[in-house]
């Protein structure tokens, strides 16, 4: 599968980068500064976000959102999912996965409440989760794009280790067998790269959760 990854010299993208490489897929990074690309091997476009086109993205089956930014830049994550959005739409059926926040993810029954609205969220992160969660809402609003929308656990944790386990959940608050929401990096790029081969959220959000050991 050919499969572009844009961010993916960043520490999510970089995991989901090794993972479709492990699974010898066909992966080209898409990032702003080529040099920051470790791997010989991996082809690459040195593009800003912000400038693709579906020129651009037609080459590829799937093509993974991982493009982050610091709190003060948070509404860069909808100027660039609006981006992708209308390049995808000029698209022969790209697929779009995008790394996506915990943050939007509902936590109660009625699916009124989201996390980033309770008390407990950190102040630090809301303008990042409020910026993502208007990503979703305008992949929920497309026609005519191919999309996935995956929220990692509350404590997404970089240096956690790989168990080649996780759980899924759909767009609702989980938490693990001992009451964390939590997942590693590494976790999460096997549940990307396993929704890229299955298919099985599509234009849908779900979340993954994992054991912390």
Do not use: C
Not at 123 to 141: P, V
Not at 162 to 177: E, L, S
């Amino acid at each position: 599968m050919k499969i572009g990854i844009i961010g993916a010299t960043g520490k999510a993208g970089n995991l989901i980068l090794k993972e479709t490489l492990k699974r010898r897929h066909e992966v080209t990074a898409i990032v702003r500064n080529s040099q920051k690309v470790e791997n010989p091997d991996v082809s690459v476009i040195e593009k800003d976000v912000f400038s693709l086109t579906a020129a651009d993205l037609s080459p590829f089956d799937v093509v993974v959102n991982a493009f982050g930014v610091p709190p003060e830049k948070a509404k860069q994550h909808i100027e660039a999912g609006r981006i992708l959005i209308e390049a995808l739409k000029k698209t022969q059926g790209t697929r779009l996965i995008v790394v996506g926040g915990a943050g939007s993810l509902f936590v109660d029954e009625a699916r009124t409440t989201r996390l980033v609205e309770t008390p407990e969220f950190p102040e630090a992160f809301k303008s990042i989760a409020r910026g993502q969660a208007q990503n979703l809402a305008d992949l929920e609003a497309s026609e005519g794009v191919r999309w996935t929308f995956l929220s990692p656990a509350a404590f997404f944790d970089p240096d956690g280790r790989r168990t080649g386990r996780y759980q899924k959940g759909d767009d609702g608050f989980i938490v693990n067998r001992k009451g964390k929401s939590y997942i590693s990096y590494a976790d999460y790029a096997i549940a990307v790269v396993d929704e890229i081969e299955s298919g099985e959220h599509e234009n849908k959000r779900f979340t993954v959760v994992s054991e912390n050991h």
